[in-house]
């Protein structure tokens, strides 16, 4: 699995779980939609590391709570 696809899954799982949704959250961080748009879709072949602190923050969490979530363990995980 993409480290793209990972967050985009967990970004979603943390989004149903608080009962948010995502225009919710882009408002909240103020992130361009379109933006948000491409993280969620996966059209995107990386994500910069300012997106997901910007999201994290968005979300009330620490980056060790965003990342403490079994999605990001495997040893399969791509980061290209």
Avoid: C, W
């Amino acid at each position: 699995m993409k480290i793209t696809t990972a967050i985009a899954i967990r970004v979603s799982n943390i989004l149903r779980e608080r009962n948010l949704s995502q225009y919710r959250l882009e408002k909240n961080i103020a992130m361009p939609h379109n933006t948000m748009k491409t993280l969620m879709r996966e059209t995107n072949k990386s994500v910069n590391l300012k997106t997901v602190l910007q999201i994290v923050r968005g979300l009330d969490m620490t980056v060790s709570e965003f990342f403490d979530d079994p999605i990001f363990e495997s040893d399969e995980l791509e980061i290209d």
